[in-house]
């Protein structure tokens, strides 16, 4: 009996018929030097380093201006403009890219160390974070970069008279001054604060925010052992709320001060910090060093 509807319309790669196939990545080891593009971002870069950073593997691409950003492993970038899937390298490979780490010696901020080199004597600009726990972050991730600068980062112990703190700093020309800003959100106290902050000596005040509560949650929760920072009630103050969700003391001054320093130890390089934090310290740091 013949076949009164002909073949399966349904067999064969009827999906690509009719418009041009899509090109399929193939596996490429990130190799140091290799200049590949994010396809997201369109970062392009020539590979690094590639280590493990919060249970994932990531890549640094290093542009043509010096500056390191880490991606994860894996598929979305292009090499000469073919789509690849880039994966750890392995044997020599692995081996020629510790050279390559070795040589660049990158500081924790992902930028070239700069060896035997003395701190600067301190320029007029400086950077103002709101408490001790933002100053040791940033201390531990831009020390070395702040150091060769010669940019003091100094505590503002909050920001509820923040316009007050700028005028007593008296920013100038050759005295700029940058700020970093705990929970800057729309409708938020310090929104409000920020912006009658601005009014004052703008061409000479950057004032800058992250979104988090605190600038502990700007640490990938990864590096504790979880996959989010929790949500602490509103009656319970945050830090102890934290401390209590991860099974650490957290009834006196003293719990709170050691659970910081246990969480600050997590942090090996910018790559254990959250983006929205990384890239207001690099702008504020721009800001302060460029006149």
């Known amino acids: 009996m013949s076949d009164r509807y002909g073949m399966d319309v349904l067999s064969g790669d009827w999906k690509s018929k009719g418009r041009?196939?899509?090109?399929?990545?193939?596996?490429?080891?990130?190799?140091?030097?290799?200049?590949?593009?994010?396809?997201?971002?369109?970062?392009?870069?020539?590979?690094?380093?590639?280590?493990?950073?919060?249970?994932v593997h990531v890549v640094h691409l290093e542009d043509r201006r010096g500056k390191v950003k880490a991606f994860p492993l894996g598929p979305g970038f292009l090499v000469d403009g073919a789509p690849v899937s880039l994966t750890a390298p392995k044997g020599a490979q692995r081996a020629a890219?510790?050279?390559?780490?070795?040589?660049?010696?990158?500081?924790?901020?992902?930028?070239?160390?700069?060896?035997?080199?003395?701190?600067?004597?301190?320029?007029?600009?400086?950077?103002?974070?709101?408490?001790?726990?933002?100053?040791?972050?940033?201390?531990?991730?831009?020390g070395h970069d702040l150091r060769v600068e010669g940019v003091v980062v100094e505590m503002l112990d909050g920001v509820d008279d923040l316009a007050a703190a700028i005028r007593d700093f008296?920013?100038?020309?050759?005295?700029?001054?940058?700020?970093?800003?705990?929970?800057?959100?729309?409708?938020?106290?310090?929104?409000?604060?920020?912006?009658?902050?601005?009014k004052i000596a703008p061409e000479h005040v950057l004032v800058l925010g992250h979104p988090y509560v605190d600038v502990w949650q700007s640490v990938r929760p990864q590096r504790l052992g979880m996959e989010a920072w929790p949500t602490i009630p509103r009656s319970m103050e945050w830090k102890r709320g934290i401390c209590a969700h991860l099974g650490w003391p957290h009834d006196s001054q003293t719990d709170i001060a050691r659970a910081w320093k246990q969480i600050l130890g997590t942090v090996r390089s910018y790559a254990d910090l959250e983006p929205a934090l990384l890239g207001r310290v690099e702008e504020l740091i721009d800001f302060v060093t460029t006149e």
């Open 20 to 55: 041009l196939a899509r090109p399929t990545s193939r596996a490429m080891e990130a190799t140091p030097g290799t200049v590949v593009e994010d396809v997201e971002t369109g970062w392009v870069g020539a590979v690094v380093a590639v280590e493990k950073a919060g249970g």
């Open 170 to 198: 008296a920013p100038g020309r050759g005295r700029r001054m940058g700020v970093l800003v705990d929970h800057l959100v729309p409708g938020s106290k310090e929104s409000r604060i920020v912006a009658e902050a601005n």
């Open 97 to 142: 890219l510790a050279a390559a780490e070795k040589q660049a010696s990158r500081t924790a901020s992902g930028s070239v160390a700069v060896h035997d080199a003395k701190a600067r004597v301190a320029i007029g600009s400086r950077i103002f974070v709101e408490g001790r726990h933002d100053a040791e972050l940033v201390e531990k991730v831009w």
